[in-house]
Nanobody, 125 residues
Framework: VQLQASGGGLVQAGGSLRLSCAAS????????MGWFRQAPGKEREFVAA????????YYADSVKGRFTISRDNAKNTVDLQMNSLKPEDTAVYFC???????????????????WGQGTQVTVSS
């Protein structure tokens, strides 16, 4: 599967952005999806994940209550709605997919085998 992330940009603290990840292929519903982010000089970290059916979602504590992950299996897209953005949310955001055996709560980088190219999110104070 090929992934294309979009929707990043510059926003003031307290604002909102919606990221979208478009996937190629006809078996999108067979993939668990995740969003990760990487700030300059830091490791890539987990942000949110959603199961292949969309029935289960997971969030990092730092974004819980502010970010919402969703997917549309008919359109082959997974979105990340980001509200109440903070300067510390500034990073390159990556979407990721995993089509291997399902188990709940894929929160680690090595649990995903496909990655998009990333989209920059900058939150000014």
């Amino acid at each position: 599967v090929q992934l294309q992330a979009s929707g990043g940009g510059l926003v003031q603290a307290g604002g909102s952005l919606r990221l979208s990840c478009a996937a190629s292929g006809r078996t999108f519903s067979s993939y668990d999806m995740g969003w990760f982010r990487q700030a300059p000089g830091k490791e890539r970290e987990f942000v949110a994940a959603i199961s292949r059916s969309g029935g289960s979602t997971y969030y990092a504590d730092s974004v819980k209550g502010r970010f919402t992950i969703s997917r549309d299996n008919a359109k082959n897209t997974v979105d990340l709605q980001m509200n109440s953005l903070k300067p510390e949310d500034t990073a390159v955001y990556f979407c990721a997919a995993d089509g291997r055996a399902y188990y709940p709560g894929k929160l680690r980088r090595h649990e995903y085998d496909y990655w998009g190219q990333g989209t920059q999110v900058t939150v000014s104070s």
